[in-house]
């Protein structure tokens, strides 16, 4: 049986970008379309903005999971609220106060979410892990897709995981990189239930089928 706490979300950065109504429409099956915002500073790399994401938004069947690597987040993520996205997670590394940027996200209307690279640690959010809606643990250096699982990150995941259930926190986890058939179980047991996947599902030729095995895989791996 496959748990209704775990979600899908597929990363359009693997998808066809001048056919992004289109993309979007093959993924009806997963729960967020997720959503990577690029600005050639936090990363090495540039995707699109504001005015890109709400065109997606506009068109997309599942709501908007916004993944924002971008310096200056205390600026720029409440815009990324405001145009409707369900949920936008910023980067640790990125905002100068992120729990107030939290309660700005909520008070807007969308799940508030905060990302750490590979070598970020997460015990500095044990004590305010009620703040978040989400918690993303990278699992790739952000900034392109395809890369390979590093499965060196699953103690902090699993230890952020247990620390969370502790503390009877309902925060969703999320990993982001390389998660594939192959890689989903790992996660899953190491306490994640909510998993980006970008190349696997729109590389597949069925997304559907993709999206199925890989919450399938899931939800038999979980740690509860
Ligand atoms: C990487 C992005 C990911 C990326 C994942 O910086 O945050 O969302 O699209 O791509 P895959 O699943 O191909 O590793
Ligand atoms: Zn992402």
Do not use: C
């Amino acid at each position: 049986m496959v748990p209704d706490s775990i979600r899908i979300n597929p990363s359009v950065l693997a998808a066809d970008f001048v056919n992004m109504q289109a993309e979007v429409g093959r993924i009806a099956a997963a729960d967020f379309v997720h959503v990577d915002v690029m600005d050639n500073h936090f990363v090495p790399n540039l995707t699109f903005g504001p005015q890109m994401v709400e065109r997606i938004q506009a068109t997309s069947p599942v709501p908007l999971d916004v993944h924002l690597m971008i310096t200056d987040a205390d600026r720029w993520a409440p815009g990324y609220a405001e145009l409707g996205a369900a949920s936008v997670t910023f980067h640790l590394e990125a905002a100068t106060d992120p729990v107030s940027l939290a309660r700005r996200l909520r008070q807007i209307g969308a799940r508030a979410g905060v990302a750490v690279k590979p070598a970020t640690g997460v015990e500095g959010l044990y004590d305010v892990l009620d703040e978040f809606d989400q918690i993303l643990v990278m699992t790739v250096e952000p900034g392109f897709g395809g890369q390979s699982f590093m499965a060196d990150q699953m103690p902090k995941l699993a230890r952020l995981h247990d620390e969370a259930r502790r503390r009877g926190s309902q925060v969703w986890l999320q990993v982001d990189g390389g998660i594939s058939e192959s890689t989903i179980a790992q996660a899953a047991e190491a306490g994640a239930d909510t998993f980006v996947a970008g190349s696997a599902v729109f590389g597949a030729d069925d997304p559907a089928r993709a999206i199925e095995a890989l919450r399938s895989l899931a939800g038999s791996a979980h740690r509860h």
